[in-house]
């Protein structure tokens, strides 16, 4: 496994960090308390107290069995750093091999949208390293709920090229995840306000469908117009009137949807009720 080192130490883990430790311990057992703090360090750049890695190998069990069906953690601002400065010393890597070292050396599983939006931010998130946030100062709000909202992320980029999704499905969807991953939270209000937010994160926009284009012939149309006007000439204009026919698409979906980026257009549900005007 590769080693990386950051300028930037952390005192806590989250709970990935904590299953890849369970994990190594079980892979390697002769390993001591010591030789994991050497390794948190190596590999994590995370410093703990042994009390803190004999109560985290206590819960071991807990812990792997919640890595079984476990949405994917985020990645923090140092991991970030970290992908940025593997990506600018082998440029050729691509991205499957990026999304494969992360997770050899964090054990974490991320979609190829994120490596992507994190490269773009390659030139701020190295700035950072060299001015990091002064955590004496200000502690960094922690993200509420992490594993609801990645869950819901890879749910929304899983359909988005099936279903046409809403505000109002995110919204419940976001329910159902919390309390299937939090059964104890409390009531959590999914506002409106929730929702941009959660949007804006992860650069979800309201895109317009594209639709099957049609043209208008109007050679025809300029060789039927004088023959109509023939027709029309034999009645007084009391006697004519404008009808005209239109289809009610009652099942048709809206032209609009939200996602991530541009869709193709699905082919369009026809069934309709012939609607005359006159």
């Known amino acids: 496994m590769e080693i990386v080192n950051h300028r930037i130490a952390s005192s806590t883990m989250d709970v990935a960090v904590r299953i890849a430790l369970c994990k190594k311990k079980a892979d390697e057992p002769n390993l001591t308390q010591s030789d994991l703090l050497k390794w948190l360090q190596d590999v994590y750049n995370i410093k703990v107290t042994q009390s803190t890695i004999s109560n985290t190998l206590k819960k071991s069990r807990e812990l792997l069995d919640k890595d079984i069906g476990r949405p994917c953690p985020t990645m923090d601002y140092r991991i970030r750093i970290a992908l940025c400065k593997k990506k600018a010393e082998e440029p050729n890597l691509t991205q499957h091999d990026l999304l494969k070292w992360l997770h050899e050396v964090y054990n974490?599983?991320?979609?190829?949208?994120?490596?992507?939006?994190?490269?773009?931010?390659?030139?701020?998130?190295l700035e950072q390293e060299n001015h990091p946030p002064n955590l004496n100062v200000k502690r960094q709000k922690a993200v509420k709920y992490p594993m609801m909202k990645q869950a819901l992320y890879e749910w929304f980029v899983s359909y988005e090229n099936e279903v046409d999704l809403n505000g109002e499905l995110i919204k419940q969807k976001a329910k159902d995840f919390l309390f299937k991953f939090y059964p104890d939270a409390k009531a959590f209000e999914f506002s409106n306000g929730w929702l941009q937010s959660f949007k804006k994160r992860h650069g979800i926009k309201l895109f317009r469908k594209r639709k099957e284009r049609g043209s208008l012939d109007m050679v025809q149309l300029?060789?039927?117009?004088?023959?109509?006007?023939?027709?029309?000439?034999?009645?007084?204009?009391?006697?004519i009137y404008n009808m005209d026919q239109t289809g009610l698409f009652y099942r048709m979906q809206a032209d609009s949807l939200l996602a991530t980026?541009?869709?193709?257009?699905?082919?369009?549900?026809r069934e309709r009720i012939t609607v005359v005007a006159c």
């Open 108 to 125: 974490i599983k991320v979609t190829q949208g994120t490596i992507s939006n994190t490269l773009k931010r390659s030139k701020e998130l």
């Open 222 to 239: 300029e060789t039927e117009l004088p023959r109509i006007h023939e027709v029309l000439d034999q009645y007084n204009w009391d006697d």
């Open 261 to 269: 980026k541009q869709l193709e257009g699905r082919k369009a549900i």
